[in-house]
């Protein structure tokens, strides 16, 4: 069974990157039956899709958020990661990473998530 | 981008009682929809995908139907432990994503 584990910093400077760091163990990233993904929630709020990525490096990510995210692959680690520029308190949520099986298209196995507050 | 509308965003049941949720999408899915549950402090849990199929050890009171803009989820019995949020999300659009903005379940 898989499991994924996000870490990273739990406090961003506004207009500095946020990166986090998805740990994953049960299996390979390389795996071509999962992509591998980002969601995000913020305080009492609902869950938003950040994106994706497959093990051939091939990313997808929420336009709302493109232009500012950088999704990316480690398999020498076994461990994808999340890039977010340019951050307001706008982006200040719980961030899970999680998989995507590739064909019900729905995220079956969750990180525990991280909490990340952007704040000066 | 396809959006997805739950109803109501909050249901006030008791236990043992059956819950109904929706889920409409902007545009057709096809059977493309999930249903998940969060409860305060974790991470959501899959229940359903493709619309009706439920995942691995999702117990058999919580069933998911419809296609293309209209969805259902029904706990047919809830039990203590079923009050939290729901959650739905579409991969009808691939590869965009989107999640529903759920209901909540709550204890009457």
């Known amino acids: 069974q898989l499991q994924l584990q996000e870490s990273g910093p739990g406090l961003v400077r506004p207009s500095e990157t946020l990166s986090l760091t998805c740990a994953v163990s049960?299996?390979?990233?390389?795996?071509?039956?999962?992509?591998w993904g980002w969601i995000r929630q913020p305080p009492g709020k609902g869950l938003e899709w950040i994106g994706n990525i497959y093990h051939t490096g091939s990313t997808y990510k929420n336009p709302s958020l493109e232009s500012r995210v950088t999704i990316s692959l480690d398999t020498s680690k076994n461990q994808f990661s999340l890039n977010l520029n340019s951050v307001t308190a706008a982006d200040t949520a719980v961030y899970y990473c999680?998989?995507?099986?590739?064909?019900?298209?729905?995220?079956?196995?969750w990180g525990q998530g991280t909490v990340v507050i952007v704040s000066s | 981008e396809i959006v997805l509308a739950q109803s109501p965003a909050t249901l006030s049941l008791s236990p043992g009682e059956r819950a109904t949720l929706s889920c409409r999408a902007s545009?057709?899915?096809?059977?493309?929809l999930a249903w998940y549950q969060q409860k305060p402090g974790q991470a959501p849990r899959l229940l359903i995908y493709?619309?009706?199929n439920r995942a691995t050890g999702i117990p058999a009171r919580f069933s998911g139907s419809g296609s293309g803009t209209d969805f259902t989820l029904t706990i047919s019995s809830l039990e203590p432990e079923d009050f939290a949020v729901y959650y739905c999300q579409q991969r009808g659009n691939w590869p965009q994503l989107t999640f529903g903005g759920g209901t909540k379940v709550e204890i009457k």
């Open positions: 545009q057709s899915v096809s059977s493309y």
């Open positions: 493709d619309a009706s």
């Open positions: 049960g299996d390979s990233i390389s795996n071509s039956f999962y992509y």
């Open positions: 999680a998989s995507l099986e590739r064909f019900s298209g729905a995220f079956d196995f």
